[in-house]
């Protein structure tokens, strides 16, 4: 191991440190933390539980990450945080343990940016290229797919879940569903049209571009039910990412933000 490890760092034994790991003054590394290959945890930060994480992640000073659920339901049971590669978790963020109730794990997929103050609560589940804004706060259970952008004092209600290249718009409170693509605001949110910017930056083809827009107008904009919609859109031929919107629409337990 060739990182540099401050003197007054704490790391207890049974910790498994990788190689080219840097760890600031002051951090505190428990016993059941791995950490991957050339990732830097800042000063006064602190890593507990069984939480994993892979390579080239950067922990700023003083976040908080692994530690128990705030869950009154946690009775000590042995759930994980893991999280994947080349994530930035900013100051003063927490990020918590899984719990029984919720698969026993809390997932962090790669190249998130989570920054200051941003909470990711027991059982959710990220996965790539997403960013939490200064202060936002995911309930227990919520599902964030990729390219997701939350912003800034954002509230994510328990078990709700933000599709693919989803934007959610600064301090809105979201309390159901947001389907893949689209941009919503307020509180509660509601729908304000597609995430085009989003989509543009990602790379979407135009053609892609023309069916999602035909599928946000049949599923929200018309007199249809949703299931008629989803019926309609199927027959007219559906891309993979219209494919990939429906697919989240039928799978909706909590209901869908309109």
């Not at 659920?69 to 994947?84: H, M, N, R, V």
């Not at 949110?189 to 910017?197: E, I, K, P, R």
């Amino acid at each position: 191991m060739s990182g540099r490890i401050h003197p007054s760092a704490i790391i207890e034994q049974g910790a498994e440190i990788g190689p080219d790991v840097d760890i600031g003054p002051y951090a505190v590394i428990g016993a059941q933390v791995r950490i991957g290959a050339r990732t830097v945890i800042g000063a006064h930060a602190v890593l507990g539980g069984r939480t994993t994480l892979g390579d080239d992640n950067v922990v700023f000073h003083h976040a908080s990450v692994g530690a128990v659920p705030q869950d009154l339901k946690f009775k000590g049971e042995p759930s994980t945080l893991e999280i994947g590669h080349r994530n930035q978790i900013r100051e003063f963020a927490t990020l918590h343990l899984g719990t029984e109730n919720g698969g026993m794990v809390t997932r962090i997929g790669n190249d998130n940016l989570l920054m200051n103050y941003s909470h990711v609560a027991h059982d959710c589940i990220l996965g790539d290229r997403n960013v939490l804004a200064n202060g936002v706060q995911l309930g227990g259970h919520v599902t964030i797919q990729d390219y997701v952008v939350v912003g800034a004092l954002s509230g994510i209600h328990q078990f709700v879940r933000l599709g693919e290249s989803v934007m959610i718009g600064g301090g809105s409170m979201v309390s159901l569903d947001v389907v893949p693509f689209c941009n919503a605001t307020g509180d509660r949110a509601t729908l304000h049209g597609l995430n085009s910017t989003g989509l543009k930056r990602r790379g979407i083809s135009a053609d892609a571009m023309t069916a999602i827009k035909h599928a946000y107008r049949a599923l929200f904009q018309s007199k249809l039910k949703v299931a008629d919609a989803v019926t309609e859109i199927r027959a007219a031929g559906a891309c993979p990412e219209v494919e990939r919107m429906l697919a989240f629409v039928e799978s909706s337990e909590r209901g869908l933000c309109r």
